[in-house]
């Protein structure tokens, strides 16, 4: 889909500030997911949370923030292809885009969402403490004024 | 064969290794006598210490290198500037010693820039030389780095006696000078007028002032008893003063 919006809509667009996460646990959404796919159970999550990462969580909620983005999205169906196919020198194979499972675009979206939600790191600007502008300065020996 | 990185990295704060450099601002001022000074301690308490010689001059009497023939000599006007600072960190070293040659300020200033973040995560420290004679231009030289360098370093300020008696007055009364005391606390010694027929012997034969204080020269204006003493004299007192700031020279 043609994401371009008009430069009005891409204005109000850039204007809008972003949501904060909704739940405290989004910067830890990966590593909650990849500690469930190795199996480890809600508990044993939330005592890691408490113990590595500092973020006390009840049971509940924990399970909750898992299942909800564990759950698989409405599968669009594929757009009707409107342009007709070019016919191309590369063999078939070579040519065909290599689908991805339902779980490889899951992975995918949720890859892509973490790097939205993640905070942005800014650059430590040096703190100045001291001015001097060399090119105005004249050098004061005061045991030649006495 | 390419050898492993020996940089230790301690996440809380540590400090493993310390680069000490001139700061290459004005000329004339003994930014390399200090240099060939301060490595001739480190080897006196055994100290591992690596030599780096970044004067673009590429002087053949008198630079660190003429000194010390393991002083690696390095083009500082190259892209990659200071990157040998933390290059020689490899070898095991964990303080380097840097001689900077006048003029070298834009390269450090944009090295610093992209790269400190970096070597300070890694525990390397800094610590600046900035060299002060009776020249005004010295002092001015001096303000002018800390104006780019900000409390990224450690100061250490040497007031080098470059006559007898030195007026230090643009350091010690100027208001910028003060300014700069306040702000960074810097570490300041006094590095003692030297003798010029040792001063420049030592400098045309690349002698050291060790080599001189253990008669370890046959050229006949070091070898004399009044050179040899005044060597060791000068030796003991300027060590004496580097021991007082042992903490900016070491990591």
Known sequence: ?146 | MATAPQIVKFPQSGITSRIVFTQGGKGGIGKTAFATMLAEWYAAQGTPHALIDMDSENKSKGSLRHFFSQARKTNVQQARGLDEFVNVLDEGSPVVVADMGAGAGEVAHRWFDSMHEQAKENGVAFTAIGLVTPDPASVASVLAWAGFLQKRVDYLIVKNSISNPSDFGYWETDAHADEFRRVFEPGVISMEYRLPEIEHEARNHGVTMQAVASRQTNIPALNRTASVWRAQAYRRNLFAEFDRVKDLLLP
């Open chain 1, 1 to 146: 889909m043609d994401q371009r919006l008009s430069p009005e809509l891409q204005r109000i667009f850039d204007n809008t500030p972003e949501d904060k996460p909704r739940s405290r646990l989004e910067p830890y959404r990966e590593l909650i997911l990849l500690w469930r796919r190795q199996g480890k159970s809600y508990r044993r999550i939330q005592a890691l949370l408490a113990d590595k990462c500092q973020v006390g969580i009840a049971y509940e909620p924990l399970r909750r923030f898992v299942q909800r983005r564990n759950r698989p999205r409405k599968v669009q169906p594929e757009p009707i292809a409107v342009t007709p196919v070019v016919e191309t020198a590369a063999p078939l194979d070579q040519a065909a885009i290599p689908r991805l499972s339902l779980e490889e675009r899951i992975a995918q979206r949720e890859a892509i969402r973490a790097a939205h939600n993640k905070p942005s790191v800014k650059r430590e600007e040096t703190e100045r403490v001291f001015e001097f502008d060399e090119a105005n300065y004249i050098p004061v020996n005061k045991n030649y004024n006495t």
